[in-house]
């Protein structure tokens, strides 16, 4: 990943969580501005690997966030004493840090997250266009082998890269 496609992702991220509390609670704290660009900057790593279905990447997603959520929750409240948050009050949560129903949030959030790091990923990213629906024409031309075609869902899924299609692997 460039440097200039962590720092977008980074600042895509700190602007949407921020504006996202903004919204929820009606305030915000920079740290928690922070922790947004971070998120959403690991999310677009995370992401960018093609083989990610929605479900994992959510899974993955979640995982990340609540680990990150807690590391910050401990600086800024446990031991700064911001008191930022406290999750004391909801059910099944560590040390008022994090808890189950916020990671619930966060496996649900994720969803929009991974639309806006794909559509970074093809604004900022590869040049890579994929194509489903490749004809026979198309196939014979591009000489795409036969490892493109899906004979579940009988349609060819390739890429161009470099001005050339290629199968998906």
């Not at 980074?10 to 920079?30: D, Q």
Request: glycine share 6%; charged share 15%; aromatic share 16%.
């Amino acid at each position: 990943m460039k440097l200039s496609q962590f720092i977008f992702s980074f600042l895509m991220g700190y602007f949407c969580y921020s504006l996202i509390e903004i919204v929820m609670r009606g305030y915000t704290h920079w740290t928690m501005s922070l922790t947004g660009g971070l998120v959403l900057a690991v999310l677009y790593a995370v992401n960018r690997c093609r083989t990610m279905t929605l479900i994992r990447s959510c899974a993955v997603g979640t995982l990340l966030i609540t680990a990150i959520e807690f590391a910050v929750g401990v600086f800024d409240n446990m031991i700064m004493h911001w008191n930022v948050w406290d999750y004391s009050d909801m059910p099944l949560n560590l040390l008022g840090q994090i808890c189950i129903p916020f990671s619930c949030f966060w496996f649900l959030l994720c969803i929009p997250a991974r639309l806006l790091c794909r559509h970074m990923d093809r604004r900022l990213g590869r040049t890579v266009k994929y194509k489903k629906g490749c004809s026979d024409s198309l196939r014979t031309a591009f000489m795409i082998n036969s490892s493109c075609w899906d004979p579940r869902q009988r349609n060819y899924y390739c890429f161009l890269y470099n001005n050339r299609w290629v199968p998906v692997t």
